[in-house]
């Protein structure tokens, strides 16, 4: 597993021809008619989104500002992905979106999409979804990104949880949450790791929009076969 201690600057040429490539869309559900030349991206909000819906400031940090979650899905929308998303409801289990994401993605397989155009995303509270369909789907060709999503001890809750899969994590320099890598270190199914590390200077607000530093390096390691 590869591990990167810093953020770096990921060959950005794959933006340009990515973007616009097709017809995107943004929905709960896969499109009715698929397209078998897309890129498809399941994106996993924060809590307060859960909590207080799009647009919600976190009264205890209110200098973070909205989380612009219908905008964040749009900027993923226009660097050529199909969005699948939604407002998760409060009270229910994160096993329940576990199953349903998997199903959508195991349609999508069926359907003829390949597992290299597919790609799951989870900002904060999402992560531990994220990590679930790692675990259900069990292909080491899918690839998944953490943002946001990991205390000092969170990997002691992981050790009994086998993850498959390729990773990237991207944290943020001023936010109490850190690095991901004891989570994915020593495991015999994860078939890469790498880490960035951003300046933002944001804290854990970096997730609550859709900032190029975070979105830029997610669409170039995604382009990376």
Known sequence: MKKTGQYIIWVMLFLTTT????????????????????????????????????????????????????????????QGFYVISEIRKKGIDDSVYVIKISKQIDSLLKAGVKTEQMLVVGASSGWNITLGVSSKLKDEKMKYVIMGGCWPEDYKDYLNTELHGQFLSIIEATDPHGTCYMLFDKRSHVKSYNEIILHTGLSHGFIYKGYKEWIDPIVAWFAIK
């Open 19 to 78: 973007a616009g490539a097709f017809g995107q869309t943004i929905g709960s559900s896969i499109p009715s008619k698929v397209d078998l030349t897309g890129n498809y991206l399941f994106y996993l909000h924060g809590a307060v989104v859960t909590e207080l819906g799009d647009n919600a400031i976190n009264q205890s940090v209110p200098a973070w500002g909205p989380y612009e979650y219908s905008k964040i899905l749009d900027s993923l929308r226009k």
